[in-house]
């Protein structure tokens, strides 16, 4: 019977693990979810924007992504979720995002998919530099050497000065920038308010901002096709961030973080199987040195938040 017994949290610690292991793989394979809705999401933009008006594009993003995602948090019966402890910080984030969605369906619009995401995932690097003054969050001489070979691999893909610079890449720098302010606010309010609720804020002010501009840039989707694909820029949105939030439940960011680079392989496949674009040999080398940059920054986050214990000097 002691035998027994002293087995029984042994056996119960194994099953936690397992249980641990299951849901980490589970918030990794949500996560990959995500970032592959993204992708899609900028590649059905870039198709439609043949024939429409990108800021048609966003609104119409934003209208059908905020209409699915009261399908899924159903504020309705959930009123609490409508409720925040910082409207401003909501608004300047959603705010943050529908300037970063605006520049991205601009980008893409005129530059391979892959090169505007590439240049876009310099994001983190940015996000690392402003988190210093913003949230405290001070970075070291071998993280600032990381940011700054981060931004020499954005340099190979743009080749300012040189035949290859266009201006549309100016716009995919706009949404990179966008993104780490709107990453730090979302930081911010990960204190104050539910994930679910910051979602439907998200939703509600980029909705907003784009019904007084609707009636003036409305044209009619030409076909059945064009409306499918209309309705499909806002079930991507709100199903990636849907996914976004339910794999940050199953596993923790410092995990997760990686694995946003996959949508840069995402899309690179998407703009070939749907523009026959092959990403040239700058936009290849530079996407690696920034993912690199990116990676690194995240391992010395990883490392620099190990007790002293550990033995490790940051």
Known sequence: MEAIETSRPAMRGAAQGSLDADSRVAGIVLLLGAVTCFACLDALGKWVNRTNDP??????RYFGSFLFGCLFLNP???????????????????LFLVIATLSSFFAVHRLPLTQATAITFVAPLITA??????????????????VLVGFGGVLVITRPGGAGFQPAMLLAMITAVANALYSVTTRLLAARDSSETTMFYAGLVGSAVFVPVLPFIWVAPASGTM?????????????????????????????????????????ALAGYLAFGEIPDRWTVCGGVIVMASGIYLLYR???RRLPPSAGVTV
């Open 55 to 60: 800021v048609l594009t966003a609104a119409l």
């Open 76 to 94: 309705w019966n959930r009123p609490a979720i409508v409720r925040t402890r910082s409207p401003w910080l909501q608004i300047a984030r959603a």
């Open 301 to 303: 986050e990883r490392v």
């Open 227 to 267: 409306w499918v694909m209309m309705a499909g820029l806002g079930a991507l949105g709100a199903l990636g961030h849907w996914l976004l939030i339910l794999a940050h439940k199953h596993a923790p960011a410092s995990l997760l973080a990686p694995f946003f680079y996959a949508q840069l392989i995402v899309a």
């Open 129 to 146: 530099v402003i988190a210093g003054p913003l949230l405290g969050e001070w970075i070291g001489a071998r993280r600032v050497v990381a």
